[in-house]
């Protein structure tokens, strides 16, 4: 059986690199206000959600609503949680 050929590396022309560096701006942390209203929120949400499973069918405004408490609550928490992806 016949040898295979090995091929050799030709290392006199390395690799250019095309790509232009970007320089990424420097980001400090978030400020304690957007925290507070990220928090704040969430809890908004699960106290919406709370209280209408207590209290619901008392409340003018939430016996009017019905079904929708849910869509509020759970909006109220999802907005918070989306806040979560901009926190630093």
């Known amino acids: 059986m016949p040898k295979s050929k090995v091929r050799k590396k030709d290392d006199s022309n390395p690799a250019v690199d095309r790509r232009t560096p970007v320089k990424a701006k420097a980001v400090g942390p978030s400020h304690p206000i957007y925290v507070a209203?990220?928090?704040?929120?969430?809890?908004?949400?699960l106290l919406w959600l709370v209280v209408n499973y207590i209290?619901?069918?008392?409340?003018?405004f939430m016996s009017?609503?019905?079904?929708w408490n849910f869509a509020v609550g759970f909006a109220f928490m999802i907005v918070g949680l989306l806040m979560t992806m901009r926190w630093r």
């Open 37 to 45: 209203v990220m928090l704040g929120l969430m809890i908004i949400g």
């Open 55 to 60: 209290a619901g069918d008392k409340i003018g």
């Open 64 to 67: 009017d609503l019905g079904g």
